[in-house]
Structure formats: structure tokens, C-alpha cells
């Protein structure tokens, strides 16, 4: 399932260019973020992260849709976007802050309980491992749900779980084709972009254990210096053009595929007449 998914994946990118157009959204506002920290530091970049967040998603959702209906027009791809945005929105709210309130409720146990946060670290381990990740798990495919199979809001949230659940070792194949496609992706681009500032991080190479530990991202920011932060904003938007569609396209295959053999059971209630007659209640 995950090898055919892959298989369609890329079919999808080759045939149809449009799906790329999220990929470039993501990357334009990736790096414009991360010249924005740079200036003016993490106040006006958190702050433009959620805006840029719901900017991207409506691409994305764009992009889903444009698997399904196989468009191939960016207005197409727009158009579609909209049409289901607030259908994926609510649901993705509803899981970031169910689980950002527990993490509040166990930070002001701690407090109540007269803990400090170092005291409670493995607390909040628990709630990685045992809250987060199966939260995210179970709830993965709910964007999918929305557009393939058209689903509400809570009924989104509803199916995904129950995909997942009806084929938890074909999921996990794919979270490992997932995991394998950022891995190689990501050491693709680092490797990049340590050749194309490889002069000014070669000090690195020398320095001492205690310079290591005391290293900090500014003294980064130091060493590549101003035309560096601009060659780290080219390669961040590249990396998202190639990371976000390959990624999502993989996904929406993927869910193409199980969804077909995960169709919702329709059940009808009725009764036969003397002649032998269906009437539906």
C-alpha cells in the first residue's frame, strides 16, 4: 500500500505541475519568517507564523482537493481551497488547543502541588509519548477525511480514527515512508547548505568541548554573517518546495488508496412487505 502510494505520488507531481504551487507558497513564507526573526526576533515572527499558517493551509487543502477532482489550474486550485477551508480549519483548531490546554492543566498541577518544572519533566514526557504523539496519530488523516470523503467537522476527526485503527500496520508503514522522505530530504538540503558556507562554519570543526557547550544560535547567526542568513533563507525555500508537496501528495495517496478499503457501512433500517417489497423507515 505505502510502495503503491509512493508509485502515485509520484505520478500526481510529474503529471500535474499545479501541485507544486504549494510547495513554492510554504517556501516564500517560510523565508520571509525566517529573515523576519532574524530582524526583529521571535515577538512579530511567533506572531507571523499564525498568520502564514492559515495562509499556507488553504494551499494545501487546495492541493488535496486538486488530487481528488485532478485539477489543473491554480484558480481551480484556489477555488477548491476555499470551498473546504473552514472544514479542515476547525478540526485542526480543535486538536492544537485540546492538546495546548493540557499541557496548561499540568503546568498549573505542578504549580498547585508546589513542583517546579524541572520536578514534573517526566510528567510532561508521559504527555509526549502518551497524549501528543497518539492524539496526532489517531487524528492524522482528518484533512483527508474532509475532502475525499466530504465529512463535517467532528465526523472528520471520527473517520480518521477509524481508518487508522482498521489498519494500524499499513499506517505505520507509511509514517516510516514519511519519516524516510523528511530524513533524506532534510539531509539533502543540510548538506547543501554547509557546502555553500562551508568557509565560515570550518572554525566549528575546532573548536573545544567547552565552546561546543557554550555555542549558541546567535554565534551562528555571527558567523554566516548577512549574506549567509539570505543563502540559509534561499535553501529554506527550496527545501519547503520540494518537502511540502511531496509530503501531502504522498498523504492524500495514501488515503485514496485505504479510504477505498475502509468505506463507511451505510445502515439502512426497514422492513419487507407480504410481496416481498423493501420500504426504507
Given at each position: ?5 509512493l ?11 499545479v ?16 529573515l ?38 491554480v ?10 477551508y ?7 483548531l480543535i ?36 497524549v ?9 488523516f482528518?484533512?483527508?477525511?474532509v ?31 514519511c ?16 557546502a555553500?558556507l ?7 570543526t ?57 468505506a ?7 422492513e419487507?412487505?407480504s ?7
Amino acid at each position: 500500500m505505502s510502495l503503491a502510494a509512493l508509485r502515485d505520488t509520484i505520478d500526481s507531481l510529474t503529471q500535474s505541475p499545479v501541485l507544486w504551487v504549494p510547495g513554492l507558497v510554504c517556501g516564500v513564507l517560510a523565508s520571509a519568517l525566517w529573515l523576519v526573526l532574524i530582524q526583529t526576533g521571535t515577538f512579530f515572527a511567533s506572531r507571523l507564523l499564525v498568520i502564514f499558517s492559515m495562509f499556507a493551509l488553504l494551499f494545501i487543502i487546495g492541493m488535496l482537493a486538486a488530487i481528488k477532482k485532478n485539477t489543473n489550474t491554480v484558480r481551480g486550485l484556489i477555488a477548491n481551497g476555499v470551498s473546504y477551508y473552514f472544514n479542515v480549519l476547525v478540526p485542526t483548531l480543535i486538536i492544537v488547543f485540546s492538546i495546548v490546554i493540557i499541557f496548561i492543566l499540568v503546568v498549573l498541577t505542578l504549580g498547585l502541588l508546589g513542583m517546579k518544572l524541572e520536578e514534573g519533566a517526566g510528567l510532561f514526557t508521559f504527555l509526549s509519548f502518551g497524549v501528543v504523539l497518539p492524539t496526532v496519530f489517531l487524528t492524522f488523516f482528518y484533512d483527508t477525511a474532509v475532502v475525499f470523503d466530504e465529512k463535517k467537522v467532528f465526523e472528520s476527526l471520527g473517520r480518521s480514527i477509524e481508518v487508522v485503527t482498521m489498519h494500524l500496520g499499513e499506517v505505520f508503514l507509511f509514517f516510516a515512508g514519511c519519516l524516510l522522505i523528511l530524513v533524506s530530504i532534510s539531509f539533502a538540503f543540510m548538506v547543501v547548505w554547509t557546502a555553500l558556507l562551508a568557509d565560515r562554519l570550518e572554525p566549528i570543526t575546532r573548536y573545544t568541548q567547552t565552546q561546543n557547550q557554550s555555542f549558541t544560535p546567535d554565534h551562528l547567526i555571527g558567523m554566516i554573517g548577512s549574506d549567509g542568513v539570505w543563502i540559509t533563507a534561499l535553501v529554506i525555500f527550496w527545501y519547503m518546495t520540494f518537502l511540502i508537496p511531496i509530503l501531502y501528495t504522498y498523504k492524500a495517496c495514501f488515503y485514496r488508496l485505504i479510504a477505498v478499503k475502509t468505506a463507511p457501512v451505510q445502515q439502512q433500517f426497514g422492513e419487507y412487505d407480504s410481496k416481498g417489497r423493501w420500504y426504507k423507515y
